[in-house]
């Protein structure tokens, strides 16, 4: 995995070493950035220009977070020992650390030279890190105890880059001078080399491989290939036999490395040689050892290249029905420039890759290469070398460049159609039919039709190579039978196109779809419901306004049977409707122009009120006019907000209520109000009405009398009870007396207050056997009082004693003791 940086924020990551295109980053930044610097796979930190630094911790996943710097100068440097500690460097000496991983601000550190430009730092603890720079002297600083203190030394010399290894061994460089530290503190270069405090070590184990030195056109100038091994800090040196040079430099002194050089020693065309050379090492610039063995070089001398071959041309000669994939190769002879051929070499790249060497021709005459490869799901390219004469030290002499780059993907072509896996399909409309069929590889689709079996129409579907197959058939006639034959071909084959064809099928397309009994039903005044019949099944919209432009639509499920309800509707008003409709095969079905008229909607009129005469309460008649039958409700409220109704659920059109109850001297608030058939409330607004003051007195009926006797004998008295009702509330009382006129009811009773439709009253210590005479009164609660007229009732007898009744017995039985006188 790896990360790149730059301009405008941009932040780039890869994941397969560059294999594929790198992914970019969302790092939340417009600014240049200069260097990343990764903890593990997922937490990385980025710094650049105006103090930014940023933060993932999902390896990118989702966008950089910012941290504060605290500063605005370029920060150019960055390292982070672990996951909470980190140090950036950058421009006028800045250093700043974090030890909570960028959540809290950043701190300043004190730099060793404010000046400088400090371009990369590298830490192998959280207490020990360097830090180098460009300005300011080229400067080296160190610091042992957290950032709280710098020291170093300037170089003179501009230092880019830091990379610290392993322990105490670090290496900075720029501007072509290079410095090395073993011990963390101690540098040395071939430019600079401080006094050592160590003593200098000699040159172990040093090694010159014999390399191979090749020239062209029988100049003597060529590469030169060697390894020196345990450097240990010592500085290589090469003697060609006239002067002394420094070895170009080996990472760790353990690869291969090269020198162009002249070979004095070596003239001339074809041929080959051996030179000597000699090697030295210099350790910390203070001791000097010539290393004096003297290795063989092989040297081979050769002159011109030959030309390229030329017009590369690759034919795919694969079996595809035995899958054995195999292509062809063929060109030219180069132009002659003098040089004999002895052969070409034929190289191959798989989908891009690296180029590998895959033959050679047997001499320079054969000019055609065949190769069965491993799979058709490869791109191969093929390039052809030419070479002349034999090999000399491992490679061969002369070797073109290579010719032009062919390609393919082998395929092969088959010799039979693909087979037809079990029976095609027919989706049928009236008009249309869709066949479908599968194949056991990917083919074309085509299909011959009509109404017999001369077809005479063919329908493809303009795609190859797949094997589930549709070809689409238009334009049908409704109700008729129709015959059908396919065709599946590959797309790279050696048979013919008008062979193979399947036996004949059919298919019956489906009668014409009409829309038919189209009803508007249940009309109310803010709706309706409308119903039809479709001989298909099909989906429609219905089109309806109030003129036949129609302007409001309202969509239909499919199916057969249709039943909608048009809603939103003005009452009293003629709707024109039309209902438009797509059958399965995608033609236009349509009814005819239909119209209704929606119901009125209920509307109060003409509302009176009437006082009700001759009433023992406030009684007023309301009375109204509906446009449509509706329920009569009348509904008042009296100041206290006790809301009460009265109603009738007759439908009628003219409507009366009698609002009887009502108080004396009264505000009501009224509300006429009826509902239709339909639910639908017509209300006519609340009306105020105040009663008048009560002057009409109760009205008395039903008055009778019960008499009793307390008592016997002369002792005995009689009581009477008259009762009578009023028409409404009101006192009880009754006067009376034993003499017949109005004049002489002398006596009164107390009156009872109550007020009370149903009156009593008891009179008692009357004489019994005896006429009285008597008159009720009543007051209402206005204390308009009513009497009736004089009644008149009789006492009960005096029941006689006990003893009396004896002694009358005794009398009738033993009347001659008495001086009684019967007589018979």
Request: glycine share 8%; aromatic share 10%.
């Amino acid at each position: 995995m790896c990360y790149a940086v730059g301009s405008s924020g941009t932040i780039r990551k890869t994941v397969d070493g560059g294999a594929t295109a790198w992914t970019g980053q969302t790092s939340g930044t417009t600014a240049y950035l200069l260097e990343i610097s990764c903890i593990d796979s997922v937490t990385c930190y980025v710094v650049g220009y105006s103090g930014t630094i940023r933060k993932t911790v999902d390896g990118g996943a989702t966008a950089w977070t910012g941290t504060t710097s605290g500063t605005t100068e370029i920060l150019s440097g960055i390292d982070c020992p672990n996951n909470l500690v980190c140090y950036a460097v950058g421009q006028n000496g800045t250093i700043r650390k974090t030890t909570d991983g960028g959540t809290t601000p950043w701190t300043a550190q004190t730099p060793g030279d404010p000046t400088a430009f400090l371009t990369s730092v590298a830490c192998q603890s959280a207490d020990t890190c360097i830090t180098v720079g460009l300005w300011g002297g080229g400067d080296i600083f160190k610091t042992i105890n957290g950032g709280q203190s710098w020291s170093g030394f300037e170089t003179g010399h501009q230092l880019w880059s830091l990379d610290c290894p392993a322990a105490n061994k670090c290496y900075t460089g720029g501007s072509q001078y290079y410095l090395k530290t073993i011990d963390g503190t101690n540098w040395f270069t071939t430019h600079y080399q401080p006094t050592p405090t160590l003593a200098p070590n000699i040159a172990q184990d040093y090694s010159v491989i014999t390399g191979f030195k090749e020239t062209l056109d029988g100049t003597s100038t060529g590469t030169i290939y060697y390894q020196l091994s345990n450097d240990d800090g010592a500085t290589w040196y090469w003697y060609d036999g006239t002067s002394w040079s420094v070895a170009p430099d080996i990472t760790h002194r353990n690869t291969s490395a090269s020198i162009n050089q002249n070979i004095p020693d070596f003239t001339g065309s074809y041929g080959s040689g051996t030179g000597k050379f000699k090697w030295r090492a210099i350790f910390y610039g203070s001791s000097v050892t010539d290393l004096q063995k003297l290795d063989s070089i092989q040297v081979a001398i050769r002159g011109s290249a030959p030309n390229k071959p030329e017009s590369l041309t690759i034919s795919d000669v694969s079996n595809r029905d035995k899958e054995v994939w195999a292509l062809a190769l063929s060109w030219d002879s180069p132009v002659p420039n003098g040089t004999e051929i002895n052969f070409f070499k034929i190289e191959r790249s798989d989908n891009g890759g690296p180029w590998t060497e895959v033959g050679t021709t047997n001499d320079g005459t054969k000019r055609a290469y065949a190769e069965v490869v491993p799979s058709s799901d490869v791109t191969y390219s093929y390039r052809v070398r030419s070479v002349d004469h034999d090999e000399i030290g491992g490679i061969y002499n002369d070797e073109s460049e290579p010719s032009n780059v062919v390609s393919m993907t082998p395929t092969g072509k088959y010799s039979s159609p693909p087979n037809l896996l079990g029976t095609p399909s027919a989706n049928v409309t009236a008009t249309t039919a869709n066949i479908s069929w599968s194949t056991d590889r990917v083919s074309s689709s085509t299909a011959k039709y009509g109404i017999d079996t001369g077809y005479g129409l063919i329908a493809s579907d303009n795609q190859t190579e797949v094997t589930s197959h549709s070809v689409s058939l238009k334009g049908l006639i409704p109700g008729t039978t129709y015959h059908y034959k396919i065709q599946s071909l590959d797309p790279e084959r050696t048979y013919g196109d008008d062979a193979y064809y399947t036996s004949d099928y059919t298919f019956t397309t489906s009668l014409a779809a009409e829309i038919s009994d189209l009803k508007v039903t249940d009309i109310r005044s803010d709706s309706a419901l409308l119903s039809w019949q479709t001989t298909g099944d099909m989906g429609a919209t219905i089109h309806y306004g109030k003129t036949a432009e129609y302007g409001s639509t309202m969509s239909a499920s499919s199916g057969t049977s249709h039943s909608v309800r048009l809603t939103g509707l003005q009452d009293s008003t003629t709707y024109h409707l039309k209902v438009i409709g797509t059958d399965s095969g995608g033609n236009l079905v349509q009814s005819d122009d239909y119209s209704f008229e929606t119901l009125a909607f209920p509307r109060i009129s003409n509302i009176r009120f009437e006082k009700v005469e001759d009433k023992p309460t406030s009684t007023l008649k309301v009375t109204w006019d509906t446009n449509v039958p509706t329920s009569s409700v009348v509904e008042y409220m009296d100041p206290d907000g006790t809301s009460q109704e009265v109603a009738e659920y007759q439908m009628v059109t003219r409507h009366e209520i009698i609002v009887s109850g009502l108080k004396d001297k009264t505000e009501y608030i009224l509300l006429a109000k009826g509902r239709d058939a339909f639910g639908n409330e017509a209300s006519s607004g609340r009306q105020k009405i105040t009663t008048e003051i009560d002057t009409r007195p109760p009205e008395i009926s039903e008055i009778t009398t019960e008499t009793s006797v307390t008592g016997y004998g002369s002792s005995a008295k009689s009581q009477m009870i008259v009762s009578w009702r009023t028409d409404e509330p009101a006192t009880s009382q009754v006067q009376y007396s034993r003499d017949g006129s109005e004049t002489n009811l002398k006596e009164m009773t107390q009156e009872d207050a109550f007020l009370t439709s149903s009156h009593a009253v008891v009179i008692s210590g009357l004489e019994p056997s005896s006429p009285y005479y008597f008159r009720v009164i009543s007051k209402d609660k206005a204390e308009n009082e009513s009497k009736s007229e004089i009644k008149s009732a009789l006492t009960d007898q005096v029941r006689p004693s006990v003893f009396d009744i004896i002694i009358e017995s005794f009398k009738s039985s033993f009347d001659w003791l008495f001086g009684i006188k019967r007589f018979k």
